[in-house]
T-cell receptor
Framework: AQSVAQPEDQVNVAEGNPLTVKCTYSVSGNPYLFWYVQYPNRGLQFLLKYITGDNLVKGSYGFEAEFNKSQTSFHLKKPSALVSDSALYFCAVRDPLTGGFKTIFGAGTRLFVKA | EPEVTQTPSHQVTQMGQEVILRCVPISNHLYFYWYRQILGQKVEFLVSFYNNEISEKSEIFDDQFSVERPDGSNFTLKIRSTKLEDSAMYFC??????????????FGPGTRLTVL
């Protein structure tokens, strides 16, 4: 069965420091991986995705993520955090072998960036 | 920039009543979805809809739930005989899927359903 794990409920980082939000997944086939961000009282906003190709994908607002097949991970990274990056981040996976429409979300990681 | 809209933003209903949650997807999108997020829990897939029919649904999406695209712009989720445990934030999403089935989804702001 498909699953996504975000092992950290919360990540704290100082402004200007690099940040990493961790994600691991489990699917039966080649995964399609996504990161979304949720600000208070808003819907989820797409950040980036990995479908195929380069393992390092770049997305919105300076975020990037690295697909690691051997470790089944897709960690979200940013070289220099901003206070405005503080939000709830969700990793998500779609498995083409099961039809591909169903998106499974992780539990979310709350990022706090301190000035 | 086009966006997904949802109405109402907050719906309060009595247990056993029927509710209809409404969504207007982005106009050129072809795939539509409903998700729910119970307070403090993860976002859960309910159903996907394409070409006027359900393409995939989760085990949560039982006979209590139905979806419809009544007029070519709205996409609705009907919950019959609501239960206390249906209280959640319900998100609508749409995607263009021009490159296949794996494009990103655009989410609406959600409807908070409270069942009393």
């Amino acid at each position: 069965a498909q699953s996504v794990a975000q092992p950290e409920d919360q990540v704290n980082v100082a402004e200007g420091n690099p940040l990493t939000v961790k994600c691991t997944y489990s699917v039966s086939g080649n995964p399609y991986l996504f990161w979304y961000v949720q600000y208070p009282n808003r819907g989820l906003q797409f950040l980036l995705k990995y479908i195929t190709g380069d393992n390092l994908v770049k997305g919105s607002y300076g975020f990037e993520a690295e697909f690691n097949k051997s470790q089944t991970s897709f960690h979200l990274k940013k070289p220099s955090a901003l206070v405005s990056d503080s939000a709830l981040y969700f990793c998500a996976v779609r498995d083409p072998l099961t039809g591909g429409f169903k998106t499974i979300f992780g539990a979310g990681t709350r990022l706090f960036v301190k000035a | 920039e086009p966006e997904v809209t949802q109405t109402p933003s907050h719906q309060v209903t009595q247990m056993g009543q029927e509710v209809i949650l409404r969504c207007v997807p982005i106009s050129n999108h072809l795939y539509f979805y409903w998700y729910r997020q119970i307070l403090g829990q993860k976002v859960e897939f309910l159903v996907s809809f394409y070409n006027n029919e359900i393409s995939e649904k989760s085990e949560i999406f039982d006979d209590q739930f139905s979806v419809e695209r009544p007029d070519g712009s709205n996409f609705t989720l009907k919950i019959r005989s609501t239960k206390l445990e249906d209280s959640a934030m319900y998100f609508c999403a749409s995607s263009e899927e021009a490159q296949g089935k794996y494009n990103e989804q655009f989410f609406g702001p959600g409807t908070r359903l409270t069942v009393l």
